[in-house]
């Protein structure tokens, strides 16, 4: 509390400037070599590979390949879209719509650098298990007549049309116009992300987060969820914000909750997802999906 402004200032900027480009770098290379690397994927050829699998495999695979997608919740969607299309079971699409913006290889990278590679895995770990498991849950469940109709007749425009094998050149700029088309789009989140964590950084008192958001608190976590749902970014840009929260002092099962809130569910998703699906299903989806991020909280909070 006794630092003054000329104090505060320089650890702010530094912050700002240091996470701003190091994030930018990194999401930029990733998301391009990804991108590369999907420019060979077709859903109707993902849906080949997975016919005649045990369902645990499937799921297994579908959390995986949510994992090595650069998407947040939203552009998430359109793939998730093409999947249900190609005729992919139902819950597996929604287990890779909920792997997808949860663990992705621009979170591991940041989230490794930031709170270390053990906490890393632990979170891994975590997100594949929570989409793996509630995906299992709505194979029970039979919900594809909660889906909107439209969803099933939507074509898929792919570089791949009317059977085009793309040269090099092709795949190249497709990657890279995948790479514009993302970071021009999360680019703002990062910054405003960033931004509020270097003001975290420099102005919360240090005790405030150990005081009012520490593990000894049984709401922290719930708190901390319900917050994350009305923001919207992807990991990239509230990664800085739970980094600023963690060396303040808010537990880490809380920190993970609310930024696995915020990546994973947000307005916006909500609002593109009441599209595609219906209430029942939908108010299914964020309520479980919430539930999980809350349990993996408590987890947290009380193991690592």
Not at 3 to 17: C, S
Not at 33 to 53: A, C, H, Q
Not at 224 to 252: D, F, H
Request: net charge neutral; charged share 10%; proline share 5%.
């Amino acid at each position: 509390m006794g630092l003054d402004l000329a104090q505060r200032i320089p650890g702010a900027v530094h912050f700002f400037l240091y996470d701003t480009s190091k994030i930018l770098l990194l999401l930029v290379g990733m998301i391009f070599v990804i991108g590369l690397v999907r420019t060979t994927l077709r859903p109707e050829r993902v849906r080949v590979f997975l016919e005649g699998k045990p369902l645990w495999l499937s799921l297994v695979l579908a959390a995986l390949f949510g994992a090595i997608t650069p998407f947040c919740s939203c552009s998430s969607i359109p793939l998730f879209i093409g999947f249900v299309g190609a005729g992919i079971p139902l819950a597996v699409t929604l287990t890779f719509l909920i792997a997808s913006p949860l663990v992705n290889e621009v979170a591991v990278v940041l989230l490794a650098d930031t709170f270390g590679i053990p906490n890393t895995i632990a979170y891994v770990v975590a997100g594949l298990t929570a989409a793996v498991t509630l995906g299992f849950i709505y194979s029970r469940l039979k919900l594809d007549h909660l889906v909107a109709d439209f969803v099933f007749k939507t074509p898929v425009a792919v570089l791949h049309a009317d059977g085009h094998r793309p040269t090099l050149h092709e795949r190249v700029e497709a990657a890279l116009e995948e790479t514009r088309d993302i970071v021009g789009r999360v680019w703002k989140w990062i910054l405003v992300g960033v931004g509020v964590g270097a003001v975290i950084h420099g102005w919360v008192p240090t005790d405030f987060f150990a005081t009012y958001a520490g593990a000894d608190n049984p709401f922290a976590v719930v708190l901390a969820t319900l917050a994350g749902v009305p923001l919207y970014a992807n990991a990239a840009g509230v990664i800085p914000i739970a980094e600023a929260l963690w060396t303040k002092g808010m537990a880490l099962g809380t920190v993970m909750s609310f930024m696995m809130a915020t990546v994973a569910l947000s307005l916006p998703e909500f609002i593109l997802l009441k599209q595609v699906l219906k209430p029942k299903l939908l108010a299914l989806y964020f309520g479980s999906v919430a539930m999980a991020i809350m349990a993996i909280g408590f987890v947290f909070n009380l193991f690592v």
